[in-house]
Nanobody
Framework: QVQLVESGGGLVQPGGSLRLSCAAS????????MGWYRQAPGKERELVAR???????NYADSVKGRFTISRDNAKNTVYLQINSLKSEDTAVYYC??????????????WGQGTQVTVYS
């Protein structure tokens, strides 16, 4: 069994910053790509950023220059530094990981989500 647990969401004013964390635990051999997605009310879940085990990254155009994804492979943890927040960044942010378990199974796992609300 593998779990991904996010933390770091909250209420923030426009222009503010947050740092989201997502820690994976359980029967993990290694984690391939890890990423952050978000879902705003009434909208579909969308990719925000992702990072490979080697550190290659890609971002949604709407967050380039404001968000930074990073990871600590030793801790099976991925981070999302969010700067210059805008009201349109308000959403539930979900962590995702492509996990190789100790039994050799590849599987896609999701966290439970953390709410980010930008208010003025």
């Amino acid at each position: 069994q593998v779990q991904l647990v996010e933390s770091g969401g909250g209420l923030v004013q426009p222009g503010g910053s947050l740092r989201l964390s997502c820690a994976a635990s359980g029967s993990i051999f290694s984690i391939n790509t890890m990423g952050w997605y978000r879902q705003a009310p009434g909208k579909e879940r969308e990719l925000v950023a992702r990072i490979t085990s080697g550190g290659s990254t890609n971002y949604a155009d709407s967050v380039k220059g404001r968000f930074t994804i990073s990871r600590d492979n030793a801790k099976n943890t991925v981070y999302l530094q969010i700067n210059s927040l805008k009201s349109e960044d308000t959403a539930v942010y979900y962590c995702n990981g492509i996990v190789i378990t100790i039994t050799g199974t590849w599987r896609n796992y999701w966290g439970q989500g953390t709410q980010v609300t930008v208010y003025s």
